[in-house]
């Protein structure tokens, strides 16, 4: 599939020690949010980047997002607040989900959020590690069906690429209220998809179910995009890269596809599509993304426009494809570190045939 640049915009970025890229989350076709980290010595600091084009003017709103809306109170081992936070869009607005108990909604980026809380949120766990009691963090949001958003979570304590939790959200915007609406239903915590597969674990797994990259929710039936069983990804690899289907508890998990190679997935706002990023340029892609469509389950290579080969595509929204250009890639599942003085270069593609 080859793609043709729309338009592009350069983020200035505030200047740091570091520069960190985090994720982007696409509306539409005209407007697209980002977030990234900076770092001064041990301090860090979170940004919200809106892009936006309106009569073939394009735009750029930055906001640092305080500290009061990103993280929660200290566990017993921590002495300052913990960064427990994830963005996710409803309704073409974007939102911040405050570890497990609050979540700040914007109009616009430059109005006060409406901020709610969540009904009854998690109750802390101990540590399976060191025994000291704390609150689920979560990781990242999916793709939304109406007011429902599924959430990663992480355990406390455990490492962050093992990410294997899950729960869906409920905002009720007009009468201002939020709950969980997916937990176990004795510790009343979020859940794992059951899915098992011989010989996928490392043995020092700590096995809880797949580790989930992305989910989104069609109203009936959660679909995720696992990576495997094996706690670290950067040390051992995934074991295995795999669409699940599963029922909103985790039952009843189905195997819908299984890719060849280690990727990451990115489940898009158009049905049946995903986007497949290989961690590593070896065969059978050799480090180039695609396009593979979940109903006939054909992957087709994505080819970038002239002179963006080091891009990546993140989301997909109105036939329109967001990615960014200007970071030194690691892997699409963590921050990505961006060459200090050089521009940050947010890009919308359209492709001829979706």
Request: charged share 20%; with cysteine.
């Amino acid at each position: 599939m080859q793609l043709s640049l729309d338009f592009k915009a350069i983020i200035s970025l505030p200047q740091a020690d570091s520069h960190w890229f985090s994720s982007l989350h696409a509306v539409d076709a005209n407007r697209a949010f980002l977030h990234f980290i900076t770092a001064k010595r041990f301090d860090q600091q979170h940004w919200l980047v809106e892009v936006t084009r309106e009569s073939g003017q394009v735009n750029t709103n930055i906001m640092e997002i305080p500290v009061e809306l990103r993280t929660v109170p200290p566990t017993e081992e921590d002495d300052d607040p913990v960064d427990a936070f994830a963005i996710f869009i409803l309704n073409g607005k974007v939102g911040i989900l405050q570890g497990d108990s609050r979540i700040h909604l914007f109009d616009s980026l430059d109005a006060k959020p409406r901020t709610m809380t969540v009904v009854k949120p998690f109750p802390q766990v101990k540590s399976t590690t060191f025994g000291w009691k704390a609150s689920f963090i979560p990781i990242s949001c999916g793709k939304a069906s109406g007011n429902l958003i599924p959430v990663v979570f992480q355990r406390p304590t455990e490492p962050v690429d093992y990410a294997c939790f899950y729960s869906l959200l409920e905002i009720n915007e007009a009468a201002g209220s939020a709950s969980w609406v997916a937990a176990t239903a004795k510790s009343r915590t979020p859940m794992h998809v059951r899915y098992e597969r011989s010989n996928a674990r490392h043995r020092d797994t700590f096995h809880l179910g797949p580790i989930l990259h992305d989910l989104a929710w069609d109203g009936k039936r959660l679909a995720a995009w696992v990576i495997g069983e094996r706690e670290s990804i950067k040390r051992w690899g995934m074991s295995y890269s795999a669409l699940l289907r599963c029922n909103m508890d985790g039952s009843k998990a189905e195997l819908i596809c299984d890719v060849a190679g280690e990727c990451y997935g990115k489940l898009l706002q158009v049905d049946n599509l995903l986007i497949l990023t290989p961690i590593s340029r070896a065969a059978p892609r050799k480090g180039k993304q695609s396009l593979l469509n979940l109903g006939s389950l054909v992957e087709e290579p994505i080819e970038l426009p002239r002179g963006l080969s080091t891009a990546r595509v993140l989301d997909l929204a109105d036939q329109t494809f967001w990615g960014v250009a200007g970071a030194k890639w690691l892997n699409i599942n963590s921050a990505v570190p961006v060459k200090e003085g050089e521009p940050f270069t947010v890009l919308a593609m359209r492709a001829s045939n979706i």
